[in-house]
């Protein structure tokens, strides 16, 4: 973890508002120096910006850095789409049935673009975890000079034999008990011990504090649907995937039982020159104690696109 002495050097924005051409209005948080190499943080399904940790996005800003990270639409303080789902459209979409979703993956990867329009960046460097890395894909593939490398975390190629949740989640994924704070809490706890990092258990204290931002920042059950359909509708991307020459990391946890590594093997073999990082222990959440594996993992994928600076560490 970050000490407070070590938190002085890096500059944090508040969180921002960037409003988009499309009427979808985003909100964002930057953290280090705005002339540093840019780098984008999507995050997954139903996941504010807040889940990349703050002292993650800390490492990743003393290691060269601007990051940013957002809440996609329908999630945090981000704008709520008006689409109806019902959890019905959910369970026929996850067995492959045809299903008209609010949005696509494309859209929420135009959002990804509107920012960084709105922010005044050409291009930057992309990771995405879960959800967030399909989104990242999509970029890539969409606007592939707008991409300078690619970081894939936890996540899959929209092939439905590569990737997939465990059948046993569904239930609880789109279940709640109710609307209160408390509720949410307990949802929550419980979900993250289905599916955290076994090797690398959160204590309760930390769970509870990360569910208790999470809902005071703003949660929506009927925008986790609407993500969710989004995911289960996307396209397989598998051989488009084969067309992305920027250099790529895609990284997963072997005990992950929300997208199985079958999902990461797959997009790495899937994009030329891909380097495929598997972590023993590692579920579907990002544990404090890789976060110096994920932050290198990260400046080691943009050192393959851009010079090394002077003075810069390995």
Known sequence: MISPADRTDVAVSQELFAPLPGGVELCYQTFGDPDAEPLLLVMGLGGPMTWWDTDLCMLLAREGFFAIRYDNRDTGRSSRDAGRVRKVDVARAFLGRRVAAPYSMGDLADDGFGLLDHLGLRSAHLAGVSMGGMIAQTMALAAPTR???????????????????????????????????????????????????PGYPPTAGRLESRAGETFDRGVSRAGV???????????????????????????????????HVSGGRATAAAIPGAELLLIDGMGHDLPPALFPTFATALRRTADRATPKRPGQSV
């Open 147 to 197: 991409v300078r490398s690619l970081t894939s975390i936890m996540s899959t190629t929209g092939q439905r034999t590569a990737g997939w949740q465990s059948p046993t989640l569904l239930p609880t994924l789109i279940s709640g008990r109710g609307p209160t704070r408390d509720d949410y809490l307990k949802d929550a706890v419980r979900v993250w011990g289905l599916i955290g990092s």
């Open 225 to 259: 649907l609407r993500q969710m359909l989004a995911v289960l509708t996307q396209p397989n991307r598998t051989a488009d995937l084969t067309r992305i020459t920027v250099p790529t990391t895609v990284i997963h946890g072997l005990q992950d039982r929300m997208v």
